[in-house]
């Protein structure tokens, strides 16, 4: 291709090329930039949303009690009440009884050698969680004992912040809730008393007994009856040394009771599930947007401006090319004779 015919091409597709050119340099950087801020998005958008998540939940927490319908009537304060929490038709009691030796009752299942009968046995600080109900939306009637949930710590709680531990006594749920009887409906200070009263005088039996099979690995003071007994005689005080296992702070405890909704449906839940969708939204809303065209970001007049310059670029080089093609048409021609040029070469060198 002769530099005439590339000088024609410039000048003739100059605005085409030109504009080809920038739409592939954007387009390829776009791509690069959008795959990086979908990589981040999907590294960050889950943290950042779980955290906001847990926030909000910590401060619904914190300004429910706000909203509570409290109960129209008084009622007296039961006998070691720790903490009561009252939300709607809720109510949560934490009852706090310090550590000492106590007389227990345990079926022949429990004991080495099938030695069944009253053993006496040092506890730790036992913390008794009683979950009721008011009969009345409004709570103006009743109150009905949902369930009984016992804990155990080696310190005194100082704050609703401080973990509370699971027991290795028998006749426990999962959940900590106490396979216990029938306890009367009432007034609340009734139903506390019941419940503990309940609770220590009861047969203890090998049911959902897990945790008091394996109560050695926690506390091998306590692995069997006799040297639990033995111990509690030396030393009452030997049982604030359990390495107990761990449930949660009392709080979180408190809070999934108090905000508890009929057919055992919870607020958390419900805050769960609003939450997800939320989460769910914003992912999908920040996907159609990396997704967009980048054209319809870009301002008109910045594609503009790479055109003019490439157009303008090109122009130049259409000058230049013209330039050099007509020096080399109008180069001035050179007359030369070989034979004439032999001879000059002999008469210099002194051969002829």
């Known amino acids: 291709m002769s530099l005439k015919e590339i000088s024609t091409i410039l000048k003739t597709k100059k605005e085409t090329i030109s504009k080809e050119i920038v739409e592939a340099v954007l387009d390829r950087n776009l791509a690069r930039f959008q795959e990086k801020v979908k990589v981040s998005l999907e590294d960050n958008i889950f943290n950042i949303v779980a955290q906001l998540q847990e926030e909000l939940k910590k401060c619904i927490y914190r300004n429910a009690p706000k909203w509570t319908v409290y109960q129209k009537t008084t009622q007296l304060i039961p006998k070691n009440c720790k903490f009561m929490h009252t939300c709607g038709n809720n109510l949560v009691v934490v009852i706090e009884e310090d550590p000492k030796p106590r007389s227990v009752f345990l079926d022949k299942s429990l004991v080495e050698k099938w030695n069944?009968?009253?053993?006496?046995?040092?506890?730790?600080?036992?913390?008794f969680i009683l979950h009721c109900k008011n009969s009345k939306a409004d709570n103006t009637g009743h109150w009905i004992l949902k369930n009984t949930y016992v804990f155990w710590r080696n310190q005194k709680l100082s704050s609703t912040e401080d973990i509370i531990y699971k027991t290795v006594m028998p006749n426990t749920r999962e959940d900590e809730s106490i396979c216990m009887g029938k306890v009367s409906n009432g007034y609340l200070d009734l139903i506390v008393n019941e419940s503990?009263?309940?609770y220590w005088s009861s047969t203890f039996n090998s049911d959902l007994s897990k945790r008091w099979n394996s109560k050695g690995k926690v506390c091998s003071l306590i692995s069997t009856v006799i040297s639990w007994e033995d111990n509690t005689k030396n030393?009452?005080?030997?049982?604030?040394?359990?390495?107990?296992?761990a449930k949660c702070s009392l709080i979180d405890?408190?809070?999934k009771l108090a905000f508890e909704k009929s057919g055992d449906y919870s607020f958390e839940k419900d805050l769960d599930k609003t939450f997800h969708d939320f989460s769910s939204n914003v992912n999908n809303k920040l996907k159609e947007t990396i997704?967009?065209?980048?054209?319809?970001?870009?301002?008109?007049d910045v594609l503009l401006d790479l055109s003019e310059l490439v157009e303008i670029y090109f122009s130049k080089l259409g000058v230049i090319l013209d330039n050099i093609e007509n020096k080399v048409d109008t180069f001035p021609k050179m007359d030369y004779n070989p034979k004439w040029a032999t001879k000059n070469w002999r008469r210099k060198n002194g051969i002829l």
Do not use: M, R
């Not at 030393?235 to 296992?245: C, Y």
């Not at 997704?291 to 008109?300: A, C, S, T």
């Open 291 to 300: 997704n967009i065209g980048f054209d319809k970001y870009l301002p008109k």
């Open 235 to 245: 030393d009452p005080s030997f049982i604030l040394k359990g390495n107990w296992e």
């Open 196 to 198: 503990i009263q309940g």
């Open 253 to 255: 405890f408190v809070n």
């Open 116 to 127: 069944y009968g009253t053993y006496y046995l040092s506890f730790p600080y036992v913390y």
